[in-house]
């Protein structure tokens, strides 16, 4: 064994290796990204970037029926996406384990909403784990690998941001030896029309009795008992609020199996306790069992909130009425507001320029790019989930005709297209619409940290192979118009939009340019002010450009942060912004 510091997701991959897994496929979201970029540190396992979340869990499904331990890993959101292969693969269960991965994120903190995975597992029948830590994140994976292969069942683990983030100290241990197992023909476990399905059925609902008896069982679900105060049953992150509000001063119920719910502690520790609260964060998952149980007085979420994330404070506050007070006084200066901006040289920034000047509507799509939406660009006006750009402005175009639709375009990222938006492009070209569509091209999955995607040319272990073409593409699936330029010529993009704005077919418009944080783009020298010539029109500032500053009498350009792209230069009437020399 030997002692490392591990954040929650690091711990995911490291047990995964000791699991004896030998296949991981996953599409890259905050929180869980991490969990299949440090996968790359073992060679033992093939790991890889799927375009979606659907496919991820299918060639999972696959590595499993084939014989090998796998896994896939998604944020919350994703695992919508992945629902359709979920559900069944719960009726056909696994041949070797099979372990899928899903991150919440409560708060929201890079995320369009906030869903509580725990009901994905009580309606597509699986257990689901829930670690509260990063020695947690390593045991629970090898448990769920155990639990899988003993009960014919997939095992989601669930995480959040906080452990999914958190570092804390764990003990690594060697890779476990797991022989491929045989791949057999069994038509009626692995076929599932309704004859064969009907059984299965029967089946998951048996096993389901098992893995109850199994969760009144297992020590994960383990009851603490300390000397007075109230009782607390609690899961994942919440346990570590509560062990540092409350301390010795409560008993807990801490479940790490947290489906199904283990009725038998439920009522042993409710019997146990004078008063009872369920501190869980986001939807009364835990509550709700309590009280179908009969356990009708415990207290959840008539004190505690269902929206946002928790914390010991909160906790302490609602339990105890005490407030944490820190014991060193630190001086405290109002922090200005750093609202989320495109970064310098983002390649988006010159096109939503001018789709705000055009007064186009702008149906966005999820990535960088939906920072569009605020100020000063302010050119976005809709963002649903991963596709929707593309699909939505077809609806658009079908509810509200042609004199509309040339009024509005659709934005999407490269990998997002990729990921959910070459279907409904498939869908306008089907049936005639007439929609614009703009992809982004900016070489990478700029939003969750620069991950390889099927356009970019390498794969996630960074081999070359196949690129994407996305003309080819587009032409392929019946739209004639493709368009290919460069989104910090203004005038040229200016006039591209006007012209397939205009014409009543459906169009493709690629904007072609590198993210500015990628090592191969190409920085310039710093840009500057010449302050003879500004006329302080805050023409530059309408980029929304975070280099340059506004010093309430004239602007001035941040050379650390400017990486010399030239937007603001070109978008100046009074050419007052000079290039800087080459050093």
Same mark, same amino acid.
């Given at each position: 064994?030997?002692?490392?510091?591990? @954040?929650?997701?690091?711990?995911?991959?490291?047990?995964?290796?000791?699991?004896?897994?030998?296949?991981?496929?996953?599409?890259?979201?905050?929180?869980?990204?991490? @969990?299949?970029?440090?996968?790359?540190?073992?060679?033992?396992?093939?790991?890889?970037?799927?375009?979606?979340?659907?496919?991820?869990?299918?060639?999972?499904?696959?590595?499993?029926?084939?014989?090998?331990?796998?896994?896939?890993?998604?944020?919350?959101?994703?695992?919508?996406?992945?629902?359709?292969?979920?559900?069944?693969?719960?009726?056909?269960?696994?041949?070797?384990?099979?372990?899928?991965?899903?991150?919440?994120?409560?708060?929201?903190?890079?995320?369009?909403?906030?869903?509580?995975?725990?009901?994905?597992?009580?309606?597509?029948?699986?257990?689901?784990?829930?670690?509260?830590?990063?020695?947690?994140?390593?045991?629970?994976?090898?448990?769920?690998?155990?639990?899988?292969?003993?009960?014919?069942?997939?095992?989601?683990?669930?995480?959040?941001?906080?452990?999914?983030?958190?570092?804390?100290?764990?003990?690594?241990?060697?890779?476990?030896?797991?022989?491929?197992?045989?791949?057999?023909?069994?038509?009626?476990?692995?076929?599932?029309?309704?004859?064969?399905?009907?059984?299965?059925?029967?089946?998951?609902?048996?096993?389901?009795?098992?893995?109850?008896?199994?969760?009144?069982?297992?020590?994960?679900?383990?009851? #603490?008992?300390?000397?007075?105060?109230?009782?607390?049953?609690?899961?994942?992150?919440?346990?570590?609020?509560?062990?540092?509000?409350?301390?010795?001063?409560?008993?807990?119920?801490?479940?790490?199996?947290?489906?199904?719910?283990?009725?038998?502690?439920?009522?042993?520790?409710?019997?146990?306790?004078?008063?009872?609260?369920?501190?869980?964060?986001?939807?009364?998952?835990?509550?709700?069992?309590?009280?179908?149980?009969?356990?009708?007085?415990?207290?959840?979420?008539?004190?505690?909130?269902?929206?946002?994330?928790?914390?010991?404070?909160?906790?302490?506050?609602?339990?105890?009425?005490?407030?944490?007070?820190?014991?060193?006084?630190?001086?405290?200066?109002?922090?200005?507001?750093?609202?989320?901006?495109?970064?310098?040289?983002?390649?988006?920034?010159?096109?939503?320029?001018?789709?705000?000047?055009?007064?186009?509507?702008?149906?966005?799509?999820?990535?960088?790019?939906?920072?569009?939406?605020?100020?000063?660009?302010?050119?976005?006006?809709?963002?649903?989930?991963?596709?929707?750009?593309?699909?939505?402005?077809?609806?658009?175009?079908?509810?509200?005709?042609?004199?509309?639709?040339?009024?509005?375009?659709?934005?999407?990222?490269?990998?997002?297209?990729?990921?959910?938006? #070459?279907?409904?492009?498939?869908?306008?070209?089907?049936?005639?619409? @007439?929609?614009?569509?703009? @992809?982004?091209?900016?070489?990478?999955?700029?939003?969750?940290?620069?991950?390889?995607?099927?356009?970019?040319?390498?794969?996630?272990?960074?081999?070359?192979?196949?690129?994407?073409?996305?003309?080819?593409?587009?032409?392929?699936?019946?739209?004639?118009?493709?368009?290919?330029?460069?989104?910090?010529?203004?005038?040229?993009?200016?006039?591209?939009?006007?012209?397939?704005?205009?014409?009543?077919?459906?169009?493709?418009?690629?904007?072609?340019?590198?993210?500015?944080?990628?090592?191969?783009?190409?920085?310039?020298?710093?840009?500057?002010?010449?302050?003879?010539?500004?006329?302080?029109?805050?023409?530059?500032?309408?980029?929304?450009?975070?280099?340059?500053?506004?010093?309430?009498?004239?602007?001035?350009?941040?050379?650390?942060?400017?990486?010399?792209?030239?937007?603001?230069?070109?978008?100046?009437?009074?050419?007052?912004?000079?290039?800087?020399?080459?050093?």
């Amino acid at each position: 064994m030997k002692k490392k510091l591990m @954040i929650g997701n690091q711990a995911i991959a490291r047990g995964a290796y000791e699991a004896g897994v030998t296949v991981v496929s996953s599409y890259p979201g905050t929180p869980s990204t991490e @969990i299949t970029e440090f996968m790359t540190e073992y060679k033992e396992i093939y790991s890889e970037w799927a375009p979606n979340e659907k496919v991820a869990m299918e060639v999972a499904i696959g590595a499993s029926v084939g014989g090998a331990r796998a896994l896939c890993a998604m944020k919350h959101v994703g695992l919508n996406v992945a629902a359709d292969p979920l559900f069944t693969a719960s009726y056909i269960g696994v041949n070797a384990g099979l372990v899928i991965i899903v991150a919440d994120d409560p708060g929201m903190h890079s995320s369009q909403n906030e869903q509580d995975s725990r009901h994905y597992a009580k309606a597509a029948k699986m257990p689901m784990l829930e670690p509260t830590d990063s020695q947690e994140c390593i045991d629970f994976i090898k448990l769920a690998f155990e639990i899988s292969e003993t009960f014919d069942t997939p095992v989601m683990v669930r995480l959040s941001t906080r452990v999914s983030h958190s570092q804390s100290i764990v003990e690594t241990g060697d890779r476990q030896d797991v022989v491929l197992k045989d791949f057999v023909k069994d038509p009626a476990k692995y076929v599932m029309m309704p004859a064969m399905a009907r059984k299965r059925h029967v089946f998951v609902e048996e096993r389901m009795n098992r893995l109850l008896d199994y969760s009144n069982q297992t020590p994960i679900n383990k009851i #603490i008992n300390n000397e007075g105060g109230p009782g607390i049953i609690t899961d994942g992150i919440a346990f570590q609020y509560c062990m540092e509000a409350l301390g010795d001063k409560a008993s807990y119920l801490k479940l790490g199996m947290v489906y199904p719910l283990p009725d038998q502690k439920l009522k042993e520790f409710y019997s146990s306790q004078e008063k009872v609260y369920v501190v869980e964060e986001l939807d009364p998952f835990i509550e709700e069992r309590c009280k179908v149980l009969g356990l009708s007085d415990v207290i959840g979420k008539d004190l505690f909130p269902i929206c946002g994330e928790f914390n010991a404070g909160m906790i302490k506050e609602k339990i105890l009425n005490e407030t944490i007070t820190d014991e060193i006084k630190i001086e405290t200066t109002e922090v200005p507001v750093r609202p989320p901006v495109m970064c310098p040289g983002c390649p988006h920034r010159g096109m939503y320029y001018v789709l705000k000047k055009a007064k186009l509507n702008v149906i966005g799509d999820i990535g960088c790019y939906t920072l569009g939406a605020l100020p000063p660009l302010e050119a976005m006006d809709t963002c649903v989930c991963m596709g929707a750009s593309v699909s939505m402005a077809h609806g658009i175009d079908k509810a509200r005709g042609a004199e509309f639709t040339k009024k509005t375009v659709a934005v999407i990222g490269d990998s997002t297209f990729v990921h959910s938006g #070459i279907t409904g492009l498939i869908d306008i070209a089907y049936n005639k619409g @007439i929609s614009t569509v703009i @992809i982004l091209d900016n070489s990478i999955t700029g939003m969750t940290g620069h991950q390889e995607n099927p356009s970019t040319g390498k794969t996630l272990m960074g081999e070359p192979t196949v690129s994407l073409d996305f003309v080819k593409l587009s032409e392929a699936v019946g739209i004639k118009r493709v368009t290919v330029c460069d989104p910090f010529d203004l005038k040229g993009f200016e006039k591209i939009v006007k012209e397939e704005t205009s014409t009543e077919e459906p169009s493709v418009i690629i904007t072609q340019r590198p993210c500015a944080l990628l090592k191969t783009a190409q920085v310039f020298p710093p840009y500057h002010i010449n302050t003879e010539a500004c006329r302080y029109c805050k023409m530059c500032l309408k980029v929304g450009c975070p280099s340059i500053i506004d010093l309430g009498d004239g602007v001035v350009i941040n050379d650390a942060l400017c990486v010399g792209c030239g937007l603001c230069a070109s978008v100046c009437p009074f050419n007052a912004i000079d290039k800087g020399e080459q050093g």
